[in-house]
């Protein structure tokens, strides 16, 4: 986090426009905050240690609430710039109705460990892509570690505070600012994302983020996402029992494979066409009861 705030820091010096730096930690364990302190000592630069994790959608609000001024960049700590005008770049595209997406990518490399190899495939795979492959999806290929936007469109629409653990908090947002013209426009403008979980942890959130996927359903906040897409299509040609018979014999093994040195993203997308089956299939078994 260090190293991203000063190059955060230095850019914006140089630049010599009126900013503020604000870290807040989210429950990180002692020895982040103890490297993490000596932050608060750069002019210009809050940062504050939370006495309790917020999540992904309270903290993003209420960093927004703390901002001081009109425009506001939001990074993930686990982030590494890449570019030397990263924050000119920005400050080129944004405007008033506007939010920019600034995208994602992963080290061409491989990590050494060999337990975070899932997170490192699906996030080459599905995540690293171009602002012009981005910008024919705004909506679906949004991601919230790396955007800028002028305040008042996210005062109008902050994150939804009811999703809470991991997952499509983000997309929800990006769909409610589109519904409202906000203009969502992607960027080459991307960060390294150098925060591998392990492939277990990485398998599980994902999974428990089909949990929020159809509760937003339930509230008639449709995502129309491509699993949605993909279950819909299965179910209309009435093959969806079959298969959500194989995969549930499959289940096991397909982890095996997700947490070994060869993971399939086929695989992985299988799994949370199963665990989206497993829940709405029950939904539809409670209705009928």
């Known amino acids: 986090m260090i190293d991203l705030v000063k190059k955060v820091y230095n850019q914006c010096g140089k630049l010599k426009i009126e900013f503020e730096v604000l870290v807040f930690d989210d429950g990180s364990k002692e020895k982040f905050k103890a490297e993490n302190k000596v932050l608060g000592n750069l002019f210009g630069v809050n940062y504050m240690e939370l006495s309790e994790n917020l999540g992904r959608a309270r903290i993003r609000n209420w960093l927004l609430k703390s901002a001081l001024y009109d425009y506001v ?8 710039i890449k570019k030397k005008d990263f924050i000119k770049s920005y400050l080129d595209a944004l405007g008033p109705n506007k939010l920019i997406n600034g995208g994602r990518i992963y080290s ?3 990590p ?3 337990s975070k190899l ?7 795979k599905y995540e690293s892509r171009p602002a012009k492959l981005r ?6 290929y949004f991601h919230s570690n790396n955007f800028a936007a002028h305040r008042q ?3 109008k629409n902050p994150f939804n505070e009811s999703v809470v653990g991991y997952g499509y908090e983000d997309l929800l947002m990006a769909k409610e600012l589109k519904d409202e013209d906000v203009i969502i426009e992607h960027i080459d403008n991307p960060v390294i994302h150098l925060g591998l979980e392990k492939s277990k942890d990485f398998l599980t959130k994902n999974l428990n983020a089909v949990e929020n996927l159809v509760k937003l359903d339930r509230q008639g906040n449709k995502l129309n996402i491509r699993l949605e897409r993909t279950a819909f299509e299965i179910e209309d040609w009435r093959l969806d029992g079959m298969l959500h018979k194989y995969l549930s014999r499959k289940e096991e093994s397909y982890k095996k494979n997700l947490l070994g040195e060869n993971p399939s993203l086929w695989k992985f997308q299988a799994l949370k066409l199963k665990k989206y089956w497993d829940l709405t299939k029950a939904d539809k078994s409670e209705m009928d009861g």
């Open 73 to 80: 960049l939001f990074l993930d700590c686990d982030s590494k």
């Open 108 to 110: 061409k490399s491989k």
């Open 118 to 124: 899932l997170h490192w495939a699906y996030g080459t």
């Open 112 to 114: 050494r460990a060999k």
């Open 153 to 155: 469109v996210l005062d």
């Open 135 to 140: 910008n024919k999806k705004p909506v679906q």
